[in-house]
């Protein structure tokens, strides 16, 4: 015999199921639905990354079912970050296990040729450096371990293929090192292995450092301090003190931290006399299959530098530092000299979980050089290797 519900009591009893399935949830299992989605739907380079969220899903929400307290969540959405690759994606809370974040928690820089792994940089004044370690050693192990193990830590899951960009996140990763682990690095340097240990480091307090290297030439070094609106006065007067040397040095090797735009504009407004665009922003509008693009234009501002500028790029030039210098290259107003920049992608917005309170950030732009570069992807007009290299190219151009 066949018992029929009425149709209204059983939408009823579906109702109340889906009501009380909600409520079985748990609060990490409601945030880990929240962070995935709005992942899901504001991320700007999903695509441009070519990364499967939906499989990241099947990955992370069964380990968030298991979930029991905040620091097992934490360290769960830490590690679901690391599907995206690139380090301007992070939560605002950490533990003291956390990984320090790159590149701003980064003081040297690996890379792999071949099967072996060199210093292919050093952040001046900071931990690798005061350490001893030197540009061209070759890196054997990280805390005592062989190091193409320690890597898999950090390569995304939703893939067996992992391209250079996610191996190199990977080891920027690895050797950002923890907070709560004092890092051991071991180095070969004309056949001899030695051990280092990187001290800790803090950023310089100054906004900026200023000098006259000689008649002809002057040097500003921004000091990770593009977010602070302090730094356009200290900048203008810095400058005015300048406007007798024909060369101007502006030094964004230490700006890793990102900033903000009308720091930028401030800055650039010195060098131009006209309006200029320095920038291309990009914004998918997902719900109805297209997009928002739109240019940001510099505006000229009291007294105008006329003099010859040259920009200082590097591996800790990120975000921000590498707006201003696409912006400075779109002017056609700097020369650009340095290494590969960070390639911190895109510009970023905040969200908050609603359970647990935690915030988290992710690029939610695509941000483009005017000639439709992607800004990550940019190189520098005069390329080096590495940060003395750099220095000793814009000494050669600015000794007549």
Do not use: C
Not at 6 to 12: A, G, Q, S, V
Not at 149 to 168: D, I
Not at 223 to 240: C, H, M, P, R, V
Not at 366 to 383: A, F, K, S
Request: aromatic letters at 12%; hydrophobic letters at 35%.
């Amino acid at each position: 015999m066949t018992i029929k519900f009425p149709i209204k009591l059983f939408f009823t009893i579906l109702f109340f199921f889906s009501i009380n399935l909600s409520f079985a949830q748990s609060k990490y299992q409601k945030d880990f639905s929240k962070f995935w989605t709005a992942i899901n739907n504001h991320y700007a380079y999903l695509d441009q990354q070519n990364i499967d969220w939906k499989k990241v899903k099947e990955i992370y929400e069964p380990k968030a079912e298991k979930i029991s307290n905040d620091q097992e969540f934490i360290q769960l959405l830490e590690t679901a970050l690391n599907e995206l690759h690139n380090g301007h994606s992070s939560l605002n809370t950490n533990l003291n296990s956390s990984n320090r974040l790159i590149p701003s928690g980064s003081d040297f820089y690996v890379e792999k040729v071949g099967n072996k792994f060199f210093v292919a940089d050093l952040r001046k004044g900071f931990g690798a450096d005061l350490s001893g370690m030197k540009i061209g050693m070759e890196v054997t192990k990280f805390n005592g371990k062989p190091i193409d193990e320690q890597l898999k830590k950090f390569l995304p899951k939703f893939t067996n293929q992992h391209n250079p960009k996610m191996y190199q996140y990977a080891i920027d990763m690895l050797f950002a090192g923890t907070y709560d682990v004092e890092r051991e690095i071991t180095a070969v340097e004309n056949g001899k292995s030695k051990t280092y240990k990187p001290v800790s480091y803090r950023n310089r307090d100054e906004l900026l450092y200023s000098k006259i290297i000689n008649d002809k030439t002057a040097y500003i070094k921004i000091n990770n301090s593009l977010g602070n609106n302090a730094l356009i006065s200290e900048f203008d007067k810095t400058l005015d003190s300048f406007f007798q040397h024909k060369n101007l040095i502006i030094d964004l090797t230490e700006t890793p931290s990102g900033g903000n735009s009308t720091v930028a504009r401030a800055i650039m407004g010195r060098f131009t006399t006209k309006l200029l665009p320095y920038q291309i922003h990009e914004f998918d509008e997902k719900e109805y299959e297209t997009k928002r693009h739109w240019t940001e234009f510099v505006t000229p501002r009291k007294e105008i530098y006329q003099g010859n500028v040259f920009v200082l790029v590097g591996h800790w030039t990120g975000s921000m530092g590498e707006g201003i210098a696409i912006g400075f290259d779109g002017m056609e107003r700097a020369n650009i000299i340095g290494t590969k920049m960070a390639g911190l992608l895109g510009a970023i917005s905040n969200f908050q979980m609603t359970e647990t309170k935690i915030g988290f950030q992710f690029p939610t732009e695509r941000l483009y050089h005017i000639n439709g570069t992607p800004r990550e992807n940019y190189v520098p007009t005069i390329l080096t290797q590495n940060i003395e290299e750099t220095l000793q190219k814009v000494k050669e151009l600015t000794k007549n």
